[in-house]
């Protein structure tokens, strides 16, 4: 296409305004293919720039999105812009990345001009707003998991008749190719109107998988009725009349008193084999959901159990950097198992099955162990982690001080690492705890900082003594200006309130070299060394002598 000056500045303008909010820009052509593409493709969507053009602008996006970006397009006004919207990366693309993205029809254009960018904590928001806002939208897998949750702990709560009711729609990509694009779109968006206006509160319904819908809803919606009416709207929106078969099952709440985590992992099982089997599942209620889920796992149960019984791990040390001296400040101690499968998965496991205190507490045991009979790690530090649904409880803080206080000496050798930090509710109590141990001596730090959007919120509310920057924003800090500008400003506050910053997943020099040029006094990674059988750390005298100089060189060309 052959552009005029004056053309080609106004479409400048364009890009410069578009680009002052946003990552990547695209023109649509009324095929549905991408023309035209510049920014950072390879970075928001996983594909090079160049390789985009030619393909279809919707394959970039999950399919459960697909609908409403459909909708945006066919209703998108000239000059009026579309959005923004919250939605998810196609995962063939990239696995769990999310975007938000604008549109605009431009006057005397026949393309469609999108514009994305990568999901911050205040645009996630706004989008997310955005899509709540819009009937026609209905939630994804995970929100709806979240809000399904909610809903039915608040119905328990107050003492109110809850169910979940899941429908299937048969062959829903036949459907669509014999109604049409248009058609099966119109039917999608009223069948989301209508399940969402029949949920608990108004928001609670979600497409689960393609042709796949869940709906909470109280006493009051009959589940039959709610199908027939879900196969009149197909009819009414096929230009044959023919509509479409749909099956539906409903889950009971049920008698049973299960606990909030038991609600939970019963929620997500169901779920889970929804998603898989549809309403073929075996599941009946939310009680068997949970029964059944147990008794899949029954073994690893067992497993894990007789572990963390007879002590059965090792420990492995990983030594956290002075990034000035380049000398082990301390080492984290991690755990290893004897079958060699993956610490996090075990731990994980753990936590699902509300063993997390169980298993840190023969964590502490073991390292105890080992300081108070390892002569030749008396003059060392180490840090022991402690998952926020621990720490939460009373009784296991009750059975961890009495612990410590038979080995008050080795407060100096000791101190414990929050994890899972997201998972704390009553942060007064905790912080209560760290403040009984910090009174004998030992140091807190709390892990992942800047990975939930309540961080700020445990840093004002938790005294603790160090942070440890969540990994995902260090392993950027040389590619993405944004996620660095985001370090920096976390390491100042700390800094400011006395906190030590630990930067985790450092890989290369450079990254030392940013990370210390921004004042964070600590490092961690592979960089140093990987997880040992024995804490060990020799200082790199030649990487230290790099490092200082470049840091150096660095203030020189700011002043």
């Known amino acids: 296409m052959a552009w005029d000056t004056d053309t080609k500045r106004q479409r400048d303008k364009f890009l410069a305004f578009a680009f002052a909010s946003s990552d990547l820009f695209i023109e649509v052509t009324p095929d549905e293919k991408v023309s035209y593409a510049l920014g950072a493709a390879l970075g928001v969507t996983g594909i090079d720039k160049s390789k985009l053009e030619g393909t279809s602008w919707l394959d970039l996006f999950a399919p459960g999105d697909q609908t409403i970006l459909r909708s945006m397009r066919r209703k998108a006004q000239e000059g009026v812009r579309c959005g923004p919207i919250l939605v998810a990366i196609n995962e063939k693309i990239a696995a769990n990345k999310k975007a938000v993205v604008t549109g605009i029809r431009m006057p005397g254009e026949n393309g469609f001009f999108l514009t994305l960018g990568f999901s911050s904590v205040l645009m996630n928001k706004i989008g997310a707003m955005a899509r709540e806002e819009d009937i026609t939208v209905l939630q994804d897998k995970e929100t709806f998991l979240q809000s399904a949750e909610k809903a039915l702990g608040m119905a328990k709560g107050m003492g109110q008749e809850a169910k979940m009711t899941m429908l299937d729609i048969a062959a829903p990509e036949a459907g669509r190719r014999r109604m049409g694009d248009e058609a099966w779109d119109g039917f999608l968006e009223s069948l989301a109107g209508l399940l969402r206006s029949k949920s608990i509160d108004g928001s609670t319904a979600g497409q689960i998988g393609e042709g796949r819908y869940s709906i909470v809803h109280d006493g009051s919606v009959d589940a039959e009725a709610l199908k027939e009416e879900v196969q009149r709207l197909s009819k009414k929106s096929d230009p044959a009349g023919r509509g479409v078969e749909i099956e539906s099952k409903t889950i009971e709440s049920g008698e049973a008193d299960l606990s909030e985590h038991e609600m939970a992992k019963a929620l997500v099982y169901t779920i889970n084999s929804f998603g898989q089997h549809g309403v073929g599942m075996s599941v009946k209620s939310f009680a068997e959901g949970f029964k059944t889920y147990v008794t899949d796992n029954a073994q690893k149960i067992k497993t894990f159990k007789t572990m963390v019984k007879k002590l059965d791990f090792q420990l492995h040390f990983q030594p956290v950097v002075d990034l000035d001296m380049f000398e082990a400040s301390h080492f984290e101690m991690l755990t290893r198992f004897p079958d060699g499968g993956s610490p996090y998965e075990w731990i994980s496991f753990g936590e699902d099955m509300g063993m997390a205190a169980d298993f840190d507490m023969a964590v502490c045991e073991r390292a105890i162990n080992y300081l108070a009979y390892s002569g030749s790690s008396h003059n060392k530090r180490f840090a ?35 994890t899972e930090s997201t998972t704390i509710k009553n942060l007064d109590m905790v912080n209560e705890f760290i403040k009984i141990l910090q009174d004998d001596g030992f140091e807190i730090c709390m892990d992942d900082f800047g990975a939930g959007s309540a961080s700020f919120q445990y840093l004002h509310k938790l005294h603790v003594d160090y942070v440890k920057l969540d990994g995902q924003y260090t392993r950027k800090i040389l590619t993405d200006e944004r996620d660095a500008a985001m370090v920096k400003n976390m390491a100042q506050m700390c800094n400011d309130l006395g906190v030590k910053v630990v930067a985790e997943m450092i890989e290369e020099e450079r990254q030392v070299i940013k990370l210390a040029a921004m004042g964070i006094q600590y490092g961690q990674g592979y960089y140093f060394s990987k997880p040992v059988a024995m804490p060990e750390y020799k200082s790199d005298l030649g990487k230290r002598s790099r490092v200082r100089t470049s840091r150096r060189i660095i203030k020189q060309e700011k002043s």
Do not use: C, D
């Open 384 to 418: 022991i982690n402690l998952s926020g649904q621990s720490i939460q409880s009373e009784a296991f803080f009750k059975a961890l001080y009495t612990k410590l206080s038979a080995h008050k000496s080795l407060s100096k050798n000791l101190m414990f690492e929050i």
